[in-house]
């Protein structure tokens, strides 16, 4: 158990991981409450003119229980915490290997149309000769 908390707080980064794990039920909560709000609208919409505060309320109500909801839940919690630590582990590039990286990817790309440029003229071409004949 100490072993993993260790581990843990050496991944935790800038703002430690319950904070990541927060963050993440909250834009998760932001996101359900703009696809409910849109959803209710278009179901009410079918039947009746909608009042859209009303269905904001409605829609930012069932957000905010679905979300504490989910956070409650040790499953749920438990999960989105071992993704944040794993997360944290990660060595994201620095600018000097995204930029050579980059350079790499558009060299290989235009080498790569002109190979397939190459080969395009080349059957334009001899489809050509079999049609004109």
Same mark, same amino acid.
């Given at each position: 158990m100490a072993e993993q908390q260790t581990n843990t707080s050496e991944a935790a980064g800038t703002l430690g991981i319950a904070r990541w794990v927060q963050f993440?039920?909250?834009? =998760?909560?932001?996101?359900?409450?703009w696809l409910l709000d849109n959803l209710i609208y278009d179901i009410w919409d079918g039947f009746r003119e909608p009042d859209p505060n009303l269905v904001t309320l409605i829609a930012a109500v069932a957000a905010v229980v679905g979300t504490i909801a989910a956070y409650r839940?040790?499953?749920?919690?438990?999960?989105?915490?071992? =993704?944040s630590v794993e997360l944290a582990k990660v060595r994201w590039p620095t600018r000097l290997?995204?930029?050579?990286?980059?350079?790499?990817?558009?060299? =290989?790309?235009?080498i790569a149309a002109i190979i397939l440029g190459a080969f395009d003229a080349v059957w334009s071409a001899v489809t050509d000769l079999i049609y004109d004949a």
């Open positions: 993440a039920f909250i834009g =998760v909560g932001i996101c359900a409450f839940r040790p499953k749920y919690k438990t999960f989105v915490t071992e =993704v290997e995204t930029r050579s990286q980059a350079v790499v990817v558009v060299i =290989v790309s235009i």
